[in-house]
């Protein structure tokens, strides 16, 4: 039985689609920037991005050929990779000092000589953390995402039969354009979240390249211009943020010096 065309063209695949987007212009975009706290000579989130990037590829495919099942599991590891992301921005900027020049936990996972702590104690840290506590308040007011991380676990684990069923393309499910609904909301706000603590904790990955530019040329940049906002940031922070979470919108503009909309 093909896939309808309410499948096929549900709105779930424009969502991947600017988020693969996204994460690829911000890989390139903050590759000029060197990780400080570690040995490497490049920026570390850079090839993170790009992975994440590829993670989305695959549910995009996946999704695609009806697999909604596996699809949920790709999106756990989604999610866990926007958490060991943002644990390792923090853990880095609380650790990271002139005598402490190299935080080793990072530098040593860089290095393949120490696993992160598990997934629970990375979220902690984050969810406890000082400078994150208006983000925070902000995004776990509700149980929003404690659902999420139980959906993604459900599918995982098989905790339900009908998790099964819908890795099952061929098979008629009265619910599958509801569950494919279901997945685009949980996809989207793993988006907004680690969009909105990225964009809290490291603002100078927003910035355009048009101050470095006119350095590069030798010009003298336009006054201003290190706070230009890259207007992919600025689109996908009016599309994501903006239109869905005006709250968090408003919290990140109250705490960046960017020339943020």
Request: overall charge neutral.
């Amino acid at each position: 039985m093909p896939l309808s065309k309410e499948y096929t063209e549900h709105t779930v695949f424009k969502k991947i689609n600017a988020m693969i987007g996204f994460y690829e212009d911000l890989s390139f975009l903050i590759f000029r920037f060197i990780t400080t706290g570690t040995s490497s000579a490049i920026n570390i989130d850079s090839y993170v991005y790009s992975s994440i990037q590829g993670t989305l590829e695959s549910i995009r495919l996946i999704l695609a050929n009806g697999r909604i099942n596996d699809s949920y599991t790709l999106l756990r590891k989604y999610y866990d990779s926007c958490i060991i992301n943002i644990y390792s921005n923090l853990y880095l900027e609380d650790n990271c000092n002139l005598n402490n020049f190299i935080v080793t936990k990072i530098d040593n996972w860089l290095k393949g000589k120490e696993q992160l702590p598990k997934y629970r104690e990375m979220s902690q840290y984050v969810r406890n953390s000082t400078k994150l506590s208006t983000i925070n308040l902000l995004l776990h007011k509700d149980n929003r995402y404690k659902e999420i991380r139980g959906r993604c676990n459900d599918n995982t684990h098989y905790n339900y039969y009908y998790n099964i069923l819908l890795n099952d393309n061929k098979i008629y499910l009265e619910n599958r354009i509801k569950v494919l609904s279901t997945f685009s909301y949980d996809i989207e706000q793993i988006f907004i979240l680690h969009l909105a603590y990225l964009f809290y904790l490291n603002q100078h990955y927003m910035a355009s390249t048009d101050y470095a530019d006119s350095m590069d040329l030798g010009q003298e940049p336009q006054k201003g211009s290190q706070y230009f906002v890259a207007p992919f940031i600025q689109k996908i922070f009016n599309d994501f943020i903006k239109s869905k979470r005006i709250d968090i919108a408003e919290a990140i503009k109250s705490q960046t010096d960017m020339f943020l909309e």
